[in-house]
């Protein structure tokens, strides 16, 4: 009977050995010898200290910062584990939120950020600034979206719309090779950018 199981549990351990050990380290070697930055998390630093990285989104409250699209991330509630509480750009929760377009929570949550932004400034909104991505860390909005908040981060700063647009024109990444997507501004990279030009 031993002589029978001997073959399948030799190869369950090769298997193991080439598949959860040998393939993984290798594919990390060479994923750190020719794309390091992209191998660490695209980490993004500012005067030697990291700041955030290029692939996940950051909350940004301040008027005079453009902000991010809105995360549907959560986290467990620190007092009930039973509980979730909302803990936007979670990395370690990626998720969309889930609810579809009957949801009356769905409704509620967009109006009331339509309603606000409305506010701030009467043009049309984007739809990229009242709704989540499906990932919930989705770190990029629409050059729709960020030249919305101009009126906003000027008035904040005490500086000219025009610059703003300039500023927002020369970090808009366009398509991939050209077709692949659609153009879109990184907002921790369009920040970071403001805050050295505007002191």
Do not use: C, W
Not at 9 to 25: Q, S
Not at 44 to 66: C, D, H, M
Not at 122 to 151: C, H, M, R, W, Y
Request: hydrophobic share 40%; no cysteine; net charge positive.
């Amino acid at each position: 009977m031993v002589k029978e199981f001997r073959p399948a549990i030799m190869m369950v351990v090769l298997l193991t050995l080439l598949t959860g050990i040998v393939y993984p380290m290798a594919i990390t070697g060479v994923a750190q010898v020719i794309f390091p930055a992209k191998a660490n998390g695209s980490l993004v630093e500012r005067n030697g200290k990291i700041v955030g990285s290029a692939l996940i989104g950051q909350v940004f409250t301040e008027a005079k910062y453009f902000h991010s699209r809105p995360s549907a991330t959560n986290d467990t509630d620190p007092n009930d584990s039973t509980k979730t509480v909302d803990a936007p750009y979670n990395a370690s929760n990626s998720m969309g939120s889930n609810l579809g377009p009957t949801s009356k929570a769905l409704v509620d949550r967009v109006t009331a950020a339509a309603k606000d932004l409305k506010a701030e400034n009467n043009k049309p909104i984007p739809v990229d600034l009242v709704t989540t991505s499906a990932s919930g860390l989705d770190p990029d909005i629409t050059p729709a979206a960020a030249e919305f908040q101009i009126p906003r981060v000027a008035k904040a700063r005490k500086v000219s719309e025009a610059g703003l647009r300039d500023l927002i024109a020369q970090h808009t990444h366009g398509r991939t090779l050209g077709f692949i997507g659609e153009p879109y501004v990184r907002v921790l990279e369009l920040n970071m950018a403001l805050d050295h030009a505007v002191k």
